[in-house]
């Protein structure tokens, strides 16, 4: 299962004494800061013991209080990683131990399944709900659906924006021009729905963006990976992609496959008017002679 350790917590609250709980709420309360906290301060903060706060790490999982930092530690340098650091610490990288001792297809075949298990990864966990809200509020032709990525995702962007559009009126893509882009935001409403793709080496405008349509009452998709974008907390549906892959950069296959299955269900709900709005679309296309 992916997540943080927060997420950790959160699901084994109900493992825990009413004692340990006091400490689990603490922790959650200030995290991530608060688990790098003594433990005397955290048992002071949560009016409990010292062993107290030891034995719930014990029963999270852990050795102890130093392993469960540690843990936290692993995750914000995964949730912070750039393609050089990654490739920096990679154990078989271009010519290392492993990739000359394997010939080609075997480098080939051990690629391919580190993507297989992402995307069989992906699809296991997204969660049912969060897919079919996603759905339902992409197919609702009251609302406008607004898309936005960062430095490599606005092409994940594009590429659902680009599909919708065939399918029904009101979708665009958040202008990348600073005064254009104020106004697409300054004119969110209720009825706005915004698509945000926002990865690790997370970008501080996803999250304003987010923060944003949420003050406004519209309605906010992310996707991103199982780190979690900080736009996350803002989030009415969050869909989480893996991105694992063989080199320093994410794979970003998961989530083009999720993008597609979405497609497919969005289609599905819209029924016959995205098939006559495609229709259309492909007239006016042929009539302009772009087809």
């Not at 009415?236 to 794979?251: E, F, G, T």
């Not at 016959?272 to 007239?283: G, I, L, T, V």
Request: charged share 25%.
């Amino acid at each position: 299962m992916s997540g943080t350790l927060a997420d950790e917590i959160r699901s084994r609250l109900g493992d825990l004494s009413p004692a340990e709980r006091k400490v689990a709420r603490v922790l959650l309360a200030g995290y991530p800061a608060a688990v790098f906290e003594t433990v005397a301060t955290i048992a002071e903060r949560a009016a409990v013991s010292t062993p107290t706060v030891l034995r719930c790490a014990s029963r999270l999982g852990y050795r102890g209080f130093p392993d469960l930092q540690a843990a936290l530690r692993a995750e914000l340098d995964a949730r912070n990683a750039s393609p050089i650091t990654l490739y920096e610490s990679a154990d078989t990288g271009p010519g290392g131990e492993t990739e000359e001792a394997a010939g080609d297809e075997g480098r080939l075949q051990g690629r391919v399944a580190l993507i297989q298990q992402a995307l069989s990864q992906t699809f296991h966990e997204v969660s049912p709900h969060e897919f079919e809200t996603a759905a339902e509020l992409l197919s609702d032709a009251r609302r406008r659906v607004h898309l936005v990525g960062g430095r490599f995702t606005h092409l994940l962007a594009q590429y659902l924006g680009l599909h919708l559009m065939q399918m029904r009126d009101q979708v665009s893509f958040v202008p990348d021009r600073d005064v254009e882009r104020t106004s697409v935001l300054t004119q969110l409403t209720r009825r706005d729905v915004v698509v945000i793709f926002d990865y690790r080496r997370y970008e501080a405008e996803m999250t304003l963006i987010a923060e944003l349509v949420h003050e406004r009452g519209g309605k906010v998709v992310v996707f991103t990976d199982p780190w979690l974008s900080p736009a996350s907390a803002h989030a009415d549906v969050v869909l989480i992609n893996q991105v694992a892959s063989s080199s320093p950069y994410d794979s970003l296959t998961p989530t083009v496959a999720l993008i597609e299955t979405l497609i497919s269900a969005v289609l599905d709900l819209l029924g016959p008017d995205a098939h006559q709005r495609m229709k259309d679309a492909e007239d006016i296309a042929h009539r302009t002679g772009l087809l």
